[in-house]
């Protein structure tokens, strides 16, 4: 994909990372963590379409590209004092390129930091008590419960339901890879739920109570992304995860059939 970014400046994907701050048009996008969603997604449609911020894309290549063998990926922590440079890094409008010397841990705690810093979590605060509910049922009847669950997911903004079908298909490609890296999907649950799915008022009753039954709606949605996430397949941008192996010119594509 060689599409150009930005109009003014012509700058395309691969170059992404070599903006600074002297391209006014490009580092507006200054400040991306702790960013609402919506204004982000708003903002990078000027650089063509696509499901998920720039920002995690970039890490969930990195990812797939060097670390889906990795032992506990997504569970150990990277190096604090390298999340917080990158962070600010892409804070001010800079975009850093990750390459080999760049620890795969570092990258994949940035992911979670930038969906934990969302103002409002993919699944909207309005939306938890309905998603909790569906746990609840999934509990009793994981068919009946599953259904319902697909029902609430079709309800959430296009952005958040596409950022929250790109996240869920990658995560499976991840357990995939269980064998190796030893996150199977109800341990990805468990570190992911949290950052997908809170509730407003964090008093530790609340999180105590909706533990158990996050880490199992974030298996469903991980575990069932294709049935859940199919019905909205032509509202959004068709920007397809690469797969591992496939062609340059199928990568160069831009387009992502999820």
Do not use: W
């Amino acid at each position: 994909m060689y599409e150009s970014l930005c109009s003014s400046c012509s700058v395309n994907y691969y170059d992404y990372h070599e903006l600074s701050s002297s391209c006014n048009c490009c580092s507006q996008s200054a400040g991306i963590f702790g960013q609402r969603l919506e204004d982000t997604v708003q903002f990078e449609k000027k650089f063509g379409p696509r499901l998920a911020p720039l920002l995690v894309e970039q890490c969930v290549d990195f990812i797939r590209e060097r670390g889906l063998d990795e032992e506990g990926l997504f569970r150990m922590p990277g190096q604090a004092n390298l999340v917080k440079e990158l962070q600010e890094s892409f804070d001010c409008g800079d975009k850093p390129l990750f390459d080999s010397n760049t620890d795969v841990h570092t990258v994949a705690s940035l992911l979670k930091l930038y969906l934990r810093e969302l103002p409002e979590p993919v699944i909207p605060f309005s939306k938890y008590e309905d998603f909790l509910t569906c746990a609840q049922l999934l509990a009793k009847d994981e068919e009946e419960g599953t259904q319902e669950l697909g029902r609430q997911v079709n309800t959430l903004p296009l952005p958040n339901f596409n950022l929250l079908k790109y996240i869920c298909k990658f995560l499976d490609e991840v357990q995939s890879h269980c064998n190796e890296n030893k996150m199977s999907v109800q341990n990805l649950a468990t570190v992911f739920g949290p950052n997908i799915l809170r509730p407003k008022m964090e008093d530790p009753v609340t999180i105590m109570e909706g533990t158990s039954l996050v880490q199992h709606l974030m298996t469903i949605l991980i575990r069932e992304h294709i049935r859940l996430y199919s019905g909205r397949e032509h509202e959004g941008p068709q920007t397809e995860l690469p797969c591992p192996g496939a062609s340059a010119s199928a990568s160069q594509s831009g387009r992502m059939d999820l």
